[in-house]
């Protein structure tokens, strides 16, 4: 039995002329690891079933499917060049999306609702200014924007070894010390927060999701991966104008 979809509408304030919604495990037609609602046509589910997933997508047919490889570039859309890792549209035409299983997804508005761009950030897209190239893609000053960060991985269950650990050591309160003495836990959403911030993007909302912990509602990588299970499904992310 297919259950209906159940979309995360983002509790933010933003303007009327913004659409945006995450999604869960709940509806769509996949089977087996990727029961349910998965988009990923990258993680060997029947790309049949990923189609009729998409499909079902409120203004499916104005999505751009980006291919991410973790990367820092922001696709303007419309464009033919999907490899990247963000998305920036003015238009009512072309709607922003990203997948993700444990990264972070974050949704970016200006306050009046005329300009939107989506991340998806990992630990390298961290690293590598992903947010701070989707922030300037924006032909708006940085005060005058809003975000909003979606379902990921939260600094309980994101646990990371010394090297990792060391690369965000700028963000000691996203770092904390793991059960094991060489294992530490960070928290990605803090660091995307704080990026945010320091960019001047002060306007910033937290979902306090996590795809780990609500396994039952989100696709985990990691999760999967403690359960010895190769692969798993994506959740996508978008924000367009109405
Ligand atoms: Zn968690």
């Known amino acids: 039995m297919t259950l209906p979809l159940a979309l995360i509408t983002p509790q ?107 991340v998806h950030a990992g630990w390298k897209g961290l690293e590598n200014h992903i947010i701070e190239n989707a922030v300037t893609a924006f032909d708006i000053a940085q005060g005058e924007l809003m975000a909003w960060i979606g379902p990921a991985i939260c600094g309980a269950c994101y646990e990371v070894d010394a090297y990792l650990a060391s690369v965000f050591k700028r963000y000691p309160t996203a770092i904390k010390q793991g059960q094991a003495s060489n294992k530490y836990l960070l928290n990605l959403p803090l660091i995307a927060e704080y990026q945010l911030k320091a960019l001047g993007v002060s306007n910033v909302t937290q979902s306090q999701l996590c795809t780990y912990c609500r396994e039952d509602l989100f696709y985990s990588h990691r999760h999967a991966t403690h359960h010895h299970k190769p692969n798993t499904g994506r959740i996508v992310s978008v924000i367009g104008l109405k």
């Open 12 to 118: 933010w304030q933003c303007p009327e002329s913004i659409v945006a919604y995450t999604t869960t495990k709940a509806g769509g037609v996949s089977e087996g690891d990727f029961v349910g609602l998965n988009v990923g046509a990258h993680v060997g589910d029947n790309l049949h079933h990923v189609q009729a997933n998409r499909s079902l997508l409120p203004h499916s047919e104005k999505i751009t499917w980006l291919e991410q490889v973790h990367g820092n570039r922001v696709a303007r859309l419309p464009t033919q060049n999907v490899q990247a890792d963000a998305a920036f549209s003015t238009s009512s035409m072309h709607f922003c999306a990203v997948m993700t299983a444990d990264c972070v997804p974050i949704l970016l508005c200006d306050v009046k609702g005329t300009q939107v761009a989506v």
